[in-house]
Structures are given as C-alpha cells and as structure tokens.
C-alpha cells in the first residue's frame, strides 16, 4: 500500500493486484484464535504518515489481528488506495517481454497486463506449508489451517481438538483454543522457546511518551538506528552481570528484549545464558516434570528459531484437559478418519489445526515465477538457493522490485519498517531512471554477488546456521539451506549510501 501511495504521488499509472478480498495481506488470511502482533502495535506503524498515526488508537500493548486489519483498512481509506488493486485475482505467471522492455502479467481473474515496471510485495510469510500426511483426506471431523482460517472463526466447544505444530501461530492460539475445546492434543515436532508478551492496554501515561519521543524516534529510523537504547555490541559482561541481565527476557515483554542483550545471536556463552534462563522459567511454570522436560528446547541456540511470544502458553500446560505429544519420542504415522496416529497410539479428535508455517521468503516469488532476460526463469536461477542485491533486486530480471526479498533484514526486524525502506530505496531509483530516460534497471551479477557474499560472511558470524529454522529455509523439504534475512549491521545506511553514491551497481540503460 505504501508502494502504490508513493508511485501515484510520483505520477505513474499502477495497478495493483492480491488474492485475498482485500487489504491487509499477513492480517487478512491469518484470523486464528489469539493472532495478534509480537512487534508493539505503536511501533507496528508506518512512520510516514502523521495523519494516520493522529486518526488512529491502539488499543493493547501487542494488537490483535482484528485491529491490524482496521488499521491496513484505515491505510486504504485515508490513502484512497483500494481503486488501484484487484482483489480476488492471482497473479499466475510474469514474463518479461525484452523487446519492449516491458513486464507481462497473467492473472486467474483480471487476464493479462502489461507495465514498465514488476513489484512483488508477496510477504515473506504468505505461502502456507501445506500439510501432506498419509490419510489426512481421510479424517471425518473438521480440519483447519491457522495461515488461512475462516473468516467468521470456530466454536470449538466441546470439541476434542488436535493441533499440529508450535511455532509462534500454534502458541498464540492453542491457549485460546483450550479456553474453549473439551480436550487439547498438541503435537509437537520440535519444542519453541517461548517468551511472555507480558499484553495489556497501554497506558495513557505510556501513550503519551511516545508522543513526545515520536520524532526523535522518527529521525533515529531514518538515520538507520533502532530507535531504542542498547547496550554498546562490544558489551563483555560477567557471568553474575550476564545472569542478571538476560533477565529481561522474561521481565521486559515481548522480543524487544532479545535485541537489548548484545551478541545474543552471535556469542555462544551469552546465547547459552538466555536460552538456560528459559528453560528455568519454563520447569518453573510447567507443573508435570515430564511435561515440562518435553516443553523444554534444546539443540539450537535461543533466537535462532524466531522466539515466539505468549501469553499464558506453558501455563495451559497444567490444565488437565491440555496434553502435550512430543513427536520426537513418538513420530506421527498418519491421520485416521478418527484423529492422529503416532507410533504409540491413536488420539481420536473431532477437529485439526495444522500451524505448520510457511515457505518463507521465497515462496511467493518461485510461485509467480517470473521470466527474465533469456528465458531464464527464477527458480532455475535459484535453483541453488536465491540470490538478490539488498534483497530489492535479482541480477537477469530488470526493471522487477521485491519488497522484503531475501537478503534484507525484512522479518529480523520490524516488517513495517522494512517494507518504508524498500519503498523508499525503490522511488529514488526510479526518479533517476525517469531522469535519464532509462527503459531498463539492471544490477549487474557482479554486485549482487558481492552483495551475496558480504550477506553470507555475516551470517557466518552467528548462529543461526546452527538451527534448522525457516530462515535457513530448513523447514521446507528440498529447499536450499541458507540464511535467507540479512542479519548484519547498517543495513538502512547501506540503502542510503546506494543512493548517495548514485546506484553503484545498477545499470540503467
Ligand atoms: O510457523 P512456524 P508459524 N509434522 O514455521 C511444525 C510469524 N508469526 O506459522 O519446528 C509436524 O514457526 C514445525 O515443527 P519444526 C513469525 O515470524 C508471527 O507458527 O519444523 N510438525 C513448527 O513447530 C513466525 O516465526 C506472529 O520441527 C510440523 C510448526 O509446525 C512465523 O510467522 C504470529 C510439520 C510451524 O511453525 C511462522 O510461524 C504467528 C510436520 N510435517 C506467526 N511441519 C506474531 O507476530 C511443520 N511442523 C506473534
């Protein structure tokens, strides 16, 4: 929506195009019980609209998916936004048509278009990892998917309910679920590190500070800061000052706190401290030891995994009609018109919630599989794992803009945000190919590959190649292993110096 805001201010003809009903894009599929936002809705906001910011009021700390949605439909109102998208339409296929420098769209339910310019905006979580266990056909109740619940929800009252899967939607949900369900099965393949999101109103005397920070915190964004005070990354603590201070992983709320302990992705002993903090907390919560041990992760470092964000989650633990089953002591076998069978037993269900995740990042982007120079198609260019300049562009397919692709910080950091800087980046591109007359916007395979290479040295210092994440696109079988988000420093000055060196790397021609 900033995308077309920004190109209608700028004068181009844009049309838009999403298969949902409407706006809203992550807020309009994903309605499950308890989805909400773990990024605080007050920064969950585009910065560059005062007006939106002055006609809207979160109401809670983390929002609520319904608000989310409010607030992408007050985006639309107030921007005037909705005439230039097609909703209900699929884009199925792009090709680029070389001899006219221009892109050709094909879509399920508006026919074929044509423009200068490709913009994938897909989202990084927005293809969901369907479920394939042998029999799943075969099951006599009801079978629901978090990444694209029915809009009018689901009475689970009395229900003996089975969820699959506890990345971040299945924690969110699965306490609401057992508010309602007569039973809770959860099955669970690898246990979450989970971390209280410590929700509530906001403060009236909370609200207004923000207020009255807003436009340092604007400047700070716009300079590539974060906007919030951190200890210096050369923090070398003892263990008694590291022990004290992971303890905001629990007391400051949320995951604001994982960015407020230095190096916790990169230095083995401060990640061990946090992630052995946790799994205190969660034998403390957890009544049943044996629960407890198999709530408990190990085997990848804290942070690693997307830490998720709670509320009450190990505490639904102690209810007695909540079960954990770990399909690491007994795999899943098949889904039984009754339920789900493991190696140990069946457990009869009347209803599944799959929260199996997604193909994220580039999921969206093979779907559309756009052709480029030559033919070349982007899964046969990323058939060995993607590649990108800043994430925003790939070498072979000019004049197309991915919005939060792969190598960009994107989901590592607040996706508002990220979204403002591609958009940003990607006006100022095209006012310089406006102002040299350009048909084409290339990067030349050169910088992207030292792009690629400069990504890989920093995801070489952490540790997130050690966990078998999405990120490392581990979660999807067959998909390349690499870490797809661009975990170093700077990115926003490095976006900014693109521009005031005037584009090194890309061709305009
Ligand atoms: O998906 P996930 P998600 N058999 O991939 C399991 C964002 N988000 O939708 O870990 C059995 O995290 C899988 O197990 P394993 C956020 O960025 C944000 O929950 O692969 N289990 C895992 O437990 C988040 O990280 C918010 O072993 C199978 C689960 O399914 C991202 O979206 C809320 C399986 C998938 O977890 C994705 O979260 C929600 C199989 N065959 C989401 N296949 C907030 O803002 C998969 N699993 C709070």
Same mark, same amino acid.
């Given at each position: 929506m900033y995308l077309v805001h920004r190109l209608r201010e700028a004068g181009y003809s844009v049309q838009g195009f999403d298969a949902a009903g409407d706006v809203g894009g992550t807020w309009y599929w994903n309605r499950?019980?308890?989805?909400?936002?773990?990024?605080?809705? *007050?920064?969950?906001?585009?910065? $560059? /609209?005062? =007006? *939106?910011?002055?006609?809207?009021? $979160? /109401?809670? =700390?983390?929002?609520?998916?319904?608000?989310?949605?409010?607030?992408a439909q007050l985006v639309a109102d107030t921007y005037d936004l909705r005439p230039f998208f097609r909703f209900s339409t699929r884009v199925e296929s792009a090709r680029y048509d070389e001899a006219n420098c221009e892109w050709v769209v094909e879509t399920d339910a508006a026919g074929t278009w044509r423009g200068k310019y490709l913009f994938l905006a897909t989202g990084c979580l927005s293809v969901p990892n369907e479920p394939d266990f042998p029999g799943q056909d075969s099951f006599q109740g009801d079978s629901y998917q978090t990444s694209t619940w029915p809009h009018e929800g689901v009475d689970f009252s009395g229900k003996r309910v089975a969820v699959i899967g506890t990345g971040s939607s299945a924690i969110q949900s699965i306490p609401l679920i057992a508010e309602q369900a007569e039973s809770v099965h959860v099955f669970q393949r690898t246990p979450n590190f989970s971390l209280p999101a410590l929700n509530g109103p906001i403060p009236e005397e909370e609200r207004q500070a923000f207020e009255a920070m807003y436009e340092d915190y604007r400047a700070a964004l716009a300079a590539g800061e974060p906007g919030i005070e951190m200890l210096p990354e050369d923090w070398e603590p003892s263990d008694e000052e590291?022990?004290?201070?992971?303890?905001?992983?629990?007391?400051?709320?949320?995951?604001?706190?994982?960015v407020q302990i230095p190096r916790l992705t990169k230095d083995e002993r401060i990640n061990a401290a946090a992630a052995e903090f946790v799994r205190e907390r969660i034998q403390d919560i957890v009544d049943d030891p044996d629960t407890a041990r198999r709530l408990t992760p190990h085997g990848y470092p804290i942070a690693t995994k997307r830490a998720c964000v709670d509320t009450n989650y190990y505490q639904t633990y102690n209810l007695p009609h909540v079960h954990l089953v770990s399909l690491q002591e007994e795999p899943l076998v098949?889904?039984?018109?009754?339920?789900?069978?493991?190696?140990?037993?069946?457990?009869?269900?009347?209803?599944?919630?799959?929260?199996?995740?997604f193909d994220a990042m580039t999921g969206a982007l093979t779907r559309i599989n756009p052709v480029g120079r030559n033919g070349l198609s982007l899964q046969d260019a990323w058939?060995?794992?993607?590649?990108?300049?800043?994430?925003?562009?790939?070498?072979?397919?000019?004049?197309?803009f991915t919005i939060t692709g792969p190598f960009s910080p994107s989901v590592i950091q607040n996706v508002i945000l990220s979204i403002e800087q591609h958009v940003d980046w990607i006006m100022e591109v095209l006012a310089r190919a406006r102002e040299a007359g350009?048909?084409?916007?290339?990067?030349?395979?050169?910088?992207?590959?030292?792009?690629?290479?400069?990504?890989?040295?920093?995801?070489?210092?952490?540790?997130?190649?050690?966990?078998?994440?999405?990120?490392?696109?581990?979660?999807?079988?067959?998909?390349?292993?690499?870490?797809m988000p661009y975990v170093g420093r700077e990115y926003k000055q490095k976006l900014d110096a693109n521009i005031s060196e005037g584009f090194p790397g890309l061709v305009f021609s």
């Open positions: 499950y019980p308890g989805a909400r936002c773990d990024i605080p809705s *007050l920064l969950y906001s585009y910065s $560059w /609209s005062d =007006k *939106l910011r002055h006609n809207f009021r $979160w /109401s809670e =700390k983390y929002a609520t998916q319904p608000e989310i949605l409010e607030y590291l022990a004290e201070h992971v303890k905001i992983l629990w007391n400051g709320g949320g995951l604001v706190s994982t098949e889904i039984t018109p009754q339920g789900v069978k493991t190696e140990a037993r069946e457990y009869p269900v009347d209803a599944i919630v799959y929260a199996l995740g058939a060995e794992g993607p590649t990108s300049f800043l994430g925003t562009t790939v070498a072979g397919f000019p004049n197309l350009s048909a084409t916007i290339e990067i030349t395979r050169e910088a992207q590959q030292q792009w690629m290479d400069h990504a890989a040295d920093e995801a070489n210092q952490t540790l997130f190649p050690q966990a078998g994440s999405w990120y490392m696109g581990a979660n999807i079988a067959g998909k390349p292993r690499v870490l």
